[in-house]
């Protein structure tokens, strides 16, 4: 898993980012625009929590934002399973 520095910038649909597999390597899109406040630095160590808690343990970073309505075209869960 390669993730962005802290401090760096983001832009919304842009990469940041890759996830690796065995099989191939994924390039990984921001949501949002903003700041790189943190990131999951044990992601180094185990991957695919990626897969298995992306919620919690597998999350990429946290941003903050620098445009909050770019969060309102985004899907909630309930509407991301229905699709």
């Known amino acids: 898993v390669e993730l962005p520095e802290v401090g760096s910038t983001v832009e ?3 990469t940041f980012g890759v996830v690796e ?3 191939a ?3 990984v899109y921001s949501p949002f625009s903003g700041e790189v406040i943190a990131v999951n630095e044990s992601l180094a160590d185990t991957p695919g929590a990626v897969n298995e808690s992306a919620f919690t343990d597998g ?3 946290k941003i903050k934002l620098s445009s909050p309505g770019e ?3 985004l899907m909630d869960a309930k509407a991301y399973e229905a699709s």
């Open 59 to 61: 999350c990429l970073m």
């Open 25 to 27: 390597a994924s390039d």
């Open 71 to 73: 969060a309102a075209s």
């Open 12 to 14: 919304k649909s842009a």
């Open 21 to 23: 597999s065995v099989k």
